[in-house]
């Protein structure tokens, strides 16, 4: 299947500003199931870019506006992508991590030290409390990616989606409290839980491509129409496995992964600051458009 994934973002200020460089971690991830045929990112005012792979493997484009003053930013990706069927659940475990709890073992457990920090961090001290009542099996279970699941559901079936385009997010505790949150919410409290039980859990931002059903709907996307976020669990003999807690499943191949981290704001989308001397307000809007072609 051939997608192509039209992506503007648009800024407006209320006087012209500079800008800093821009970077955006929009081009998606390739891989044996994914491949990019076209990637174009146009820029208003003009800019001229050069790509970086950071830490994580992630492929930045960077954007430099020079002295350019406007009132306006907007940046126009089009991407063109093939990708192939993937069943979610075709992998095989390790056979030390078929159930949980299981202890990571060498030389995964070095690489995987970014991702396995179970301290509480500040805005998630709350969050087994919540765990041990919304799963059926909190303590032990036969079936680690069963498991999974029933975590993934109950974040689903608990938290209500509330689309927010702007920057920043909600720390776990307050997501639980006030019972909504964006995509990148719900997987950061996904990710916080699974830290906490000794589950290496990393965040993923890119796409969800939903094909609208006969009646012209969308079957299970309730992100549809903005960019995507969702949670990868490391699995012994299955590797990352992608769980996306906004809508209860697990990441087939309409999942489409632009960047991952450790840390969600290292890989916002788009990066990066104006400059003005006096104060200047500004809006934003998007537009995601993603089609079969």
Not at 16 to 21: I, K, L, W, Y
Not at 255 to 282: E, M, T
Request: net charge negative.
């Amino acid at each position: 299947m051939k997608l192509r994934i039209k992506h503007t973002t648009s800024h407006t200020y209320e006087k012209p500003v500079n800008f800093s460089e821009h970077a955006l971690f929009l081009r998606p991830l390739d891989s044996h199931r994914r491949q990019v045929s076209t990637f174009e990112v146009t820029t208003t005012p003009e800019s001229t870019q050069r790509w970086v792979r950071d830490a994580y493997g992630n492929i930045v484009l960077h954007c430099n506006f020079g002295l350019n003053e406007s009132e306006t930013l907007a940046f126009t990706a089009v991407t063109e992508i093939d990708i192939a069927e993937d069943n979610p659940f075709d992998f095989l475990l390790a056979s030390y991590a078929t159930a949980y709890p299981f202890n990571y073992q060498e030389p995964d457990l070095t690489s995987l030290k970014p991702y396995l920090d179970e301290r509480p961090s500040a805005g998630s001290v709350k969050v087994l409390d919540w765990f041990y009542q919304a799963v059926p099996n909190p303590v032990q279970h036969p079936d680690v990616v069963q498991f999974l699941s029933d975590l993934n559901s109950a974040i689903r079936r608990e938290i209500t989606y509330v689309r927010r385009d702007e920057e920043g997010i909600q720390d776990p505790d307050t997501t639980l409290t006030i019972k909504t949150g964006s995509c990148r919410d719900m997987a950061v409290l996904f990710i916080a839980i699974l830290r906490q039980l000794g589950l290496a859990a990393r965040f993923c931002s890119g796409y969800l491509y939903d094909p609208p059903s006969d009646h012209g709907d969308h079957v299970f996307n309730r992100a549809v129409g903005s960019m995507h976020a969702w949670a990868e669990v490391y699995l012994p003999g299955a590797g990352w496995k992608g769980f996306d807690p906004t809508n209860g499943i697990l990441a087939n191949g309409f999942f489409i992964p632009c960047a991952v981290s450790h840390h969600p704001q290292s890989i916002d989308p788009i990066q990066g600051v104006y400059f003005s001397k006096v104060s200047v307000g500004s809006t934003m809007s998007v537009d995601l458009q993603i089609e079969e072609v």
